[in-house]
């Protein structure tokens, strides 16, 4: 596609729902990011993938958060047994690799909320 | 551990006019990248300009320009010609250590552009 496409845009779920929040990246890019960003702590990275590997998750809050990445395309970040806190925007972002320098694009983000 | 500081939480300008925003980082190493970002309503986030820290000339992009002040580790945004669709919440990020996928963003400044 064009951009980076993100789904839902906005979700609201009961605490202690699972959620499936989806990404998918400009088409080629190799890499692909997800960050949080909420009113408390800002813009906070959560994971990346190359490929469909992802070597950092250094970023992910809790074990209620994990992330898949499949056929180097689409990615699903999933939180489970939802909390309050977990209410932010999360934003996935792409890039055409991992190189210092190179620019992510974004797309329009998930505004997640836990009822 | 890498920090980004935005001073200013909010500022405002008329339309036609130059506005300058502020940014203060700390790194330990030696080369890193510096970016502006926009986030409008859309809440998609949209890079405004780059700076390389080993170039000393400070990056321009039509009416967007950064004065870089390495030595001071500050990173300043100025906006010529200021338009309504400037109107958002900018945000300074920086990346280091050799790889682009852990961005260390500032809290934040949100700019309206008065008519």
């Known amino acids: 596609g064009a951009g980076v496409s993100q789904s839902p845009s906005n979700k609201v779920t009961e605490k202690g729902k699972d959620v499936e929040l989806r990404c998918d990246p400009i088409?080629?890019?190799?890499?692909l990011y997800w960050y949080r960003q909420s009113l408390g702590q800002g813009l906070e990275f959560l994971i990346y993938f190359q490929g469909n590997s992802a070597p950092d998750k250094s970023g992910l809050p809790s074990d209620r958060f994990s992330a898949e990445r499949t056929g180097g395309s689409v990615s699903t970040l999933t939180i489970q047994r939802t909390q309050q806190e977990d209410s932010a925007v999360y934003l996935c972002?792409?890039?055409?690799?991992?190189?210092?320098?190179?620019?992510?694009?974004f797309g329009n983000g998930t505004r997640l909320t836990v009822t | 551990a890498q920090t980004v500081t935005q001073s200013q939480p909010e500022m405002s300008v008329q339309e036609a006019e130059t506005v300058t925003l502020s940014c203060t980082y700390d790194t330990s190493e030696s080369n890193y990248y510096l970016f502006w970002y926009k986030q409008p309503p859309s809440r998609q986030m949209i890079l405004v300009i780059r700076q390389e820290a080993y170039k000393q000339q400070n990056a321009t992009e039509n009416r967007f320009s950064v004065n870089f002040q390495k030595a001071a580790k500050s990173f300043s945004l100025k906006i010529s010609d200021s338009q309504l669709g400037d109107t958002a919440m900018y945000f300074c990020a920086l990346e280091s250590g050799g790889s682009n996928y852990k961005l260390t963003f500032g809290k934040g400044t949100l700019l309206t552009v008065n008519p």
């Open positions: 972002a792409s890039s055409l690799w991992v190189q210092p320098g190179s620019p992510l694009h």
């Open positions: 088409s080629g890019h190799t890499a």
